[in-house]
């Protein structure tokens, strides 16, 4: 039986373990999707206001380098994630790659594309520090205690 699978995905290596689990334990006929939500800071690079502070200007062009640094990186992971699956003897056509924008929250953000007809969610157990998570509650955990509809793995 061939299964959707959603895969949450960041540059951490706690996601990379969740793809290479899948890579070992799944059947290669699985479709899968790797899923990346991404933090919409365009708008702030663009912004060119008066009302913003002249600290704010002076660093403008800083955060946007990191921005775009950050994006290299969940880019890269993608790539990374993709050819772990394609060694593991998946087929290309099963393999998708998503990045959204944030738009509800990244627990929120996953659970909408997974309501659009996937059968499992996998993530790695963490992928933010534990300061973090101490203070913002881990996105796994979200996921999991959200999800009503369809079963979660999380991928220590």
């Known amino acids: 039986m061939e299964q959707k699978i959603l895969v949450a995905l960041d540059d951490s290596d706690n996601a990379m373990r969740a793809v290479v689990y899948i890579a070992n334990f799944f059947n290669t006929n699985s479709k899968i999707t790797l899923l990346s939500i ?4 365009a708008s702030l690079c663009e912004m060119n206001s008066p009302e913003l502070t ?3 200007k002076s660093q403008q ?3 946007c380098l990191l ?3 950050k994006k290299e990186l969940v880019n890269n992971a993608m790539t990374k994630a993709r050819n772990v699956l ?3 003897g998946f087929d290309e056509n099963t393999i998708t790659t998503k990045s959204n924008i944030k738009q509800k929250g990244v627990a929120k953000d996953i659970l909408d594309e997974a309501d659009l007809g ?3 969610i996998v993530l790695g157990r963490r992928g933010v520090s534990e300061i973090k998570d101490f ?3 881990s996105i796994s955990q979200k996921v999991f205690s959200l999800a009503k509809e369809i079963s979660v793995l999380i991928v220590n």
């Open 61 to 63: 062009s800083n955060f």
């Open 54 to 56: 002249p600290y704010f």
């Open 38 to 41: 991404l933090q919409d800071t």
């Open 135 to 137: 203070f913002l509650g």
């Open 86 to 88: 394609l060694d593991a």
């Open 67 to 69: 921005e775009d640094k």
């Open 118 to 120: 996937y059968d499992l």
